[in-house]
């Protein structure tokens, strides 16, 4: 029987881990280590400066399972240190409640976690539905476990894991699942900026980087601590062209298609070497 490690990056309580939980039911030995409180957006982070404290937990459906005060990547290295029974053959993370998709990968804790199993010799799926507040996620429930379960008889590439998202669509209107390529930068992300001071200064400031990073004007008033005004802006989008036969996930996930796109944790560029080996490094240059 497979044995699975389930995590999370949105904490143990939250609605989308409860669902991949149900899916999992009856596939393997399952265990659940997922953050105590919501680690979002923390990326591969880990913690070094305090031990880490699992507390047991009950989730979901009165399923068991443990708290951890840490990130999702804490999560996956604590299931295989092998003190809670057998290292996972598998490590499965999510339901993210938001999109994970384009370079968003780079800061998601969901996705972090299926690349710390990858790093470690071991497959790993990330699920994420496009909706902070979906709707239908409980009618993906089938869908999530369809998906698993090819992982499971399968495999997966060595080095590689698979970052799943789900249209928030009833599960009659999902269409077939779509290999993706990743997408450029999210068109939705937004940044908030507050400058010290009665806040003129930060609405200069924030009418030069509107017109180049497309504000959208929104703004509140200074917190009477004199710490200026907050405003918002929208930072600068681009969503690659899809490729000859694959799509990007944006587009498939607003075409209805369930995206699927293998990752690896692989950052050596090596169609630099080239290039670099053409720079002056001598060191006596480097010390002039």
Do not use: K
């Amino acid at each position: 029987m497979a044995r699975i490690l389930l995590t999370n990056d949105d904490g143990i309580h939250a609605s989308g881990i409860a669902a991949l939980r149900r899916a999992l039911e009856g596939l393997g030995d399952v265990l659940t280590i997922a953050p105590a409180a919501n680690m979002s957006a923390v990326a591969r982070s880990i913690t070094i400066d305090r031990p880490l404290r699992p507390r047991p937990a009950t989730f979901g459906d009165g399923f068991a399972g443990l708290a951890l005060d840490g990130t999702p990547s804490d999560c996956v290295r604590v299931g295989l240190t092998g003190i809670y029974g057998p290292p996972p053959d598998l490590v499965v993370s999510g339901v993210n409640l938001g999109g994970n998709m384009g370079v968003d990968v780079a800061y998601s804790g969901t996705v972090a976690a299926a690349l710390e199993a990858v790093v470690r010799g071991l497959p790993g799926l990330a699920f994420s539905v496009e909706e902070r507040e979906p709707g239908w996620l409980d009618e993906a429930v089938p869908l999530l476990r369809a998906i698993v379960v090819q992982a499971l008889e399968h495999g997966l590439p060595a080095a590689t894991a698979l970052n799943v998202n789900l249209p928030d669509r009833p599960l009659a209107d999902i269409r077939a699942p779509r290999v993706t390529r990743l997408g450029g930068a999210s068109c939705h992300d937004r940044l908030l900026l507050a400058v010290d001071g009665d806040g003129r200064e930060a609405a200069r400031v924030g009418d030069d980087l509107g017109a180049g990073l497309g504000t959208d004007g929104r703004g509140a008033a200074g917190d009477g601590d004199g710490h200026g005004a907050v405003t918002e802006y929208a930072v600068p989008c681009d969503r690659a062209p899809a490729d000859h036969w694959a799509a990007t996930d944006f587009e498939a996930v607003a075409a209805g298609h369930v995206s699927v796109t293998p990752l690896t944790y692989e950052l050596f560029a090596e169609t630099a070497l080239e290039l670099l080996s053409a720079w002056e490094l001598d060191p006596d240059l480097l010390r002039a």
